[in-house]
């Protein structure tokens, strides 16, 4: 394991994040921090997959980790070299400070080239002598860690204490001299250290630079992330207030008929009140009168003056007489008060079907809905057809009628054109077909010809007739009679999710109002008859389908 370090205790770059401790043969890792490599081996046992401790970027596969030991896995990481130097250069620097010669004497200077340490004097017998006099010696307290591995010479790979005088490029080592006349003598032309020191130089350059532009390129998708979220908070709110602004809109207009209609009930209900009591009235009076009489009816039978009575009775019969007793009388007083409320449920319905429009629409589905730029027909086609140009050409392989039909491979997607350019046609035939399959293009039993076809899941237009879903529309298409090479046509789906027929570009209008297309829907086009060959043309969005509901006023 790594050596304790000697100096601060903070976490440095020579420091090993796991043991704490001067990193010893430092492993660099795939996210680019280091390891040491006694430390790496037990650290790729942890379950399920060894992670990097600091960021906790993936080492290495589990299948990698299973299928080879873990002793050549550690292996194959790169040793960073110039840290593995400071690291020497730092337990070099950390030893006592002492002559090497002279006994319990403080050293003053190091020699880079024999790491050896000197008093005063003995440092100045070191750079006399004949064998020593070009080693580099320094002061200590002019030396640091970085200074020193940058400025400890190179040595030959093979003898560690041999100066490097050569390079060789066939075995990526330094050599010395004496390796130079013997191991080395049958390799390739070797290069002078210098030399190659000035090739690592180049290549580092060049690694750098490429560093640098990557960096700037993060830094460009960081900045322009970051602009993406302030704009998609500024996008929310703006949404968010616009749907505030809706709902305020519909509550204040639902409010305001409401209180209309309550105003006019009220109205009304005050009218019809003042009504009945004006009846009332006339009633109460006539019900007085009735009262009179009946009470001078009950006085004269209580009467014991039988003279009187009879000339009484004459009397109250023609005053009962003149009194309005009919039901047109009643009929023309009494009053019948109803306040009737009468709902518009269809205006509701169009409300809710507003309401239900309202759908959020996620920057994936936007770009995934961008992302198809060209029609492909599926690989279940007629038996008459022959698909090639990466399934964007279908071409009637006989003469006959029908055998023709082609469908998208991929759904369609509202507010999009899908259409096809026809390359070559029949003479002999006069009729052409497009429209929709609304089920799997996997599991659809294609027919004969779709015009005919009776199934429930083809919608298709042609120029002798509509079918919806089975049902004869009897709609004809003069257009799609007389379709010559280089005719486009398509179809398209819109907000309410109508089919659309669209020639050369133009709308058509919807070719039926009594069915909407179920979801997921595909295209079909069917090459039964006048058209021979048909090239997918890219698939465009068509605004205009798309229901501004919420611009409506």
Known sequence: MATAAAQDDGPRDTECIVCHELLTIPKILPCGHLLCRHCLLPWLKTPPEAKCPVCRFPILVAQRASQESLDSVVDTFPTHLFVEAIVEAERVLSKQ???????????????????????????????????????????????????????????????????????CPAHAVSVCMLCVTTDHCQCAPLKKLETRVDESRALL???????????????????????????????????VSEIEAVRQRLVKAVDTRCQQVKEKILSTSSHLQDKMEAGKAVLMKQQARFGNHSRIVQEVQRSPQHGLFSNMTSIMEKCVGSLDCS??????????????????????????????????????????????H?????????????????????????????????????????????????????SAWKNSCVGVVTCSPDAFSVPGNAIDDD???????????????????????????????????????????????????????????????PDPCHFMFDLMSRCTQVTACPVTQVPELMTPWLSRP
């Open 97 to 167: 400070h002492t002559c090497c010669v002279c006994v319990d004497v403080a050293a003053v200077s190091l020699c880079i080239t024999c790491g050896d340490m000197f008093c005063q004097v003995c440092c100045r017998v070191h750079e006399k002598q004949s064998a020593t006099k070009h080693h580099n010696v320094e002061s200590l307290t002019s030396l640091s860690a970085a200074s020193l591995a940058s400025r400890k010479p190179t040595t030959c790979s093979a003898h560690v204490h041999e100066l490097a005088v050569a390079y």
């Open 327 to 372: 039901d047109k009388f009643l009929a023309s007083v009494v009053v019948k008060g109803k306040v009737a409320l009468t709902i518009d449920s269809q205006a509701v319905t169009r409300i809710e079907q507003e309401l239900s429009q309202m759908r959020v629409v996620s920057k994936e589905e936007t770009t995934q809905a961008t992302q198809v």
């Open 455 to 517: 199934s429930n899941t083809v919608l298709c237009v042609g120029g002798y007739g509509t079918k919806a879903f089975g049902k004869e529309m009897g709609s004809e298409w003069s257009g799609l009679k007389k379709v010559v090479a280089g005719t486009q046509l398509g179809v398209a789906l819109d907000s309410s999710r109508r089919l659309h027929l669209y020639v050369n570009g133009k709308d058509q209008g919807v070719v039926t109002t009594t069915d909407t297309i």
């Open 374 to 426: 060209v029609l492909r027909f599926h690989d279940n086609h007629g038996s008459g057809i022959r698909l090639s140009n990466n399934r964007q050409t279908a071409e009637k392989t006989n003469s006959s009628y029908g055998d023709g039909v082609v469908m998208s491979r991929d759904p369609m997607i509202v507010s999009s054109l899908y259409e096809v350019r026809v390359d070559a046609i029949n």
């Open 205 to 239: 350059t060049r690694v750098a630079a490429t560093l640098k532009a990557g960096e700037e390129k993060l830094d460009k998708a960081i900045a322009e992330v970051e602009e993406n979220i302030s704009s998609l908070d500024r996008q929310t709110d703006t949404d």
